[in-house]
């Protein structure tokens, strides 16, 4: 019996893994996972995420040997890669999760002229070229997107992993995960990464934690210092839960109870469905317009953006998040985007400036979700508030921070009490170790208003 292979990527997963299903049921197959770190050019994974990697390609190995199966590993280009194990093999056909960046699509389609790719829905709700207005064509705007998108739920009901896996006897060169050196190790910068599980099981049981909480989510989800969200945007992005797996949980809590945080959860549909029509909206304007907004470059703005990066902006609910992302992979949705709006209004620093910091530095960044919210804080995107709405700092800190979540992450602010924590040096009570607001809220804001004009 000929054997087949299952193409690996962002579904690290054996359960309601459509291509671990169908290769089972026709036979033998063995796994491959191929690190290419040409495809993607600037996309290629980020530092936080290869720790990730590693450690779910550890559990997915163990797992599908567990079950009698075989994960092969290969470095280089992913097309003559594959094309290589399945010669090896014998193989004729190929079974894969269909994903929607622009490199994977590509990969797929030169895959295609060679061998039987056979591709699944899988990593979102719904395939997006599904969801259409009433006149056939594609979203631009999320809130009837996830309208058309809720029409079609529940997903299918998600199935479980195969009870046991072959895999044909032949000899395969594959790396050692090892060898591929994804772990930091001179300096082991991620210490602080120990809070996360990576891995099917890990992904279950944050679900499993989060659930309880699905109903305070619409009024917790906006508090930095409470654990009112999921943490599930690793494991989604890895695809080591599946979408519809997350729906069907979620849905068991009630509808109503549930709708506030599977519409975030949508999101992801959303912005897989900007990037399958936009496929470069990781560097371009969702806007024209925007092609032409003057950001500032140059040293003082490298310093500036340097500062931002290691949380020394001045404005402490900026540096919480900056350093909550250094040390642990993660920030919290609120935090992000004033973090985000404060690098580009504040600061005027082009949005793809920022959206390159996140791409190596958080466990979730996502090509997709990551452009979505870069532009859409920017108002470059296509479904976004214009750039003249400017975020004010301070009010979000004191609106949705009792302080906590900044004494967590500045120590040198713990001692402050009371209000005067979102904005020290104004209260006089700064220590000096901690740097003064890079700029004045008031002269940023008519500096970024002149700025949208010209
Ligand atoms: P929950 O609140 O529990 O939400 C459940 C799931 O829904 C998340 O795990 C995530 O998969 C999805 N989701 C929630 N909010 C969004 C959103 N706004 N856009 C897309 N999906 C969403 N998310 C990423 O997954 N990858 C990124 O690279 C990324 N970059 C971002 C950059 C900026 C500037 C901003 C403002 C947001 C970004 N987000 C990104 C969205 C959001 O911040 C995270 O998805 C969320 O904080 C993850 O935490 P959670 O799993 O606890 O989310």
């Not at 990576?198 to 679900?207: N, S, Y």
């Not at 949980?249 to 509808?255: D, I, L, P």
């Not at 949705?333 to 190596?360: P, Q, T, Y």
Request: with cysteine; proline share 7%; net charge negative.
């Amino acid at each position: 019996m000929t054997a087949s292979l299952v193409w690996f990527r962002q579904d690290l997963r054996l359960s309601d893994q459509a291509a671990v299903a169908a290769a089972t049921h026709e036979g033998p197959w063995i796994g491959v996972y191929v690190l290419d770190d040409a495809a993607a050019g600037p996309w290629a994974i980020g530092g936080a995420q290869r720790w990730w990697l590693h450690h779910s390609l550890t559990a997915l190995g163990e797992a599908i040997r567990e079950k009698g199966g075989r994960l092969v590993l290969r470095r280089g280009d992913v097309v003559k890669e594959l094309r290589a194990v399945a010669e090896a093999v014998g193989a004729k056909s190929i079974h894969a999760i269909h994903h929607y960046e622009p490199w994977w699509q590509a990969a797929e389609e030169a895959l295609a002229r060679h061998l039987d790719l056979r591709l699944y829905e899988g990593s979102r709700l719904a395939a997006p070229d599904g969801v259409l207005t009433g006149s056939h064509t594609r979203y631009r705007v999320f809130t009837p997107f996830w309208r058309a998108l809720k029409e079609q739920m529940p997903p299918p009901t998600p199935h479980p992993a195969p009870s046991a896996f072959t895999a044909p006897h032949v000899a395969i060169d594959g790396d050692r995960l090892s060898d591929w050196d994804l772990l930091p190790t001179k300096p082991d910068w991620a210490k602080g990464f120990d809070i996360w599980t990576p891995g099917e099981v890990g992904g279950r049981e944050a679900l499993a934690d989060f659930l309880p909480k699905i109903e305070d989510y619409d009024h917790d989800r906006n508090m930095p210092a409470i654990e009112g969200t999921s943490r599930l945007s690793p494991h989604l992005h890895f695809g080591e839960v599946s979408p519809a797996y997350v729906w069907h949980r979620a849905a068991k809590h009630g509808r109503a109870k549930a709708e506030p945080w599977l519409r975030e959860v949508a999101w992801r549909d959303f912005a897989a469905n900007v990037i399958d029509i936009l496929p470069d909206y990781g560097r371009k304007n969702g806007r024209d317009a925007y092609d032409h907004f003057r950001w500032r470059t140059g040293a003082a703005p490298d310093r500036d953006f340097d500062a931002w990066t290691k949380g020394r902006t001045g404005y402490p609910i900026v540096d919480a998040g900056m350093r909550e992302l250094w040390a642990t992979g993660i920030m919290h949705n609120r935090v992000r985007m004033i973090a985000a709006s404060f690098l580009i209004k504040h600061l005027l620093i082009d949005w793809r400036r920022g959206e390159r910091w996140f791409w190596d530095t958080l466990v979730d960044a996502d090509y997709g979700n990551n452009a979505v919210n870069w532009q859409w804080v920017a108002g470059t995107g296509i479904d976004s508030n214009p750039f003249g709405r400017i975020m004010a700092p301070l009010v979000q800190s004191r609106k949705f921070d009792a302080g906590d979540y900044i004494r967590e992450w500045v120590p040198e602010l713990r001692e402050i009490e009371g209000d005067a924590i979102h904005n020290p040096h104004e209260a006089g009570c700064a220590p000096n170790d901690y740097p003064e607001p890079l700029i004045g809220h008031r002269e940023a804001r008519e500096r970024a208003l002149a700025a949208a004009k010209s």
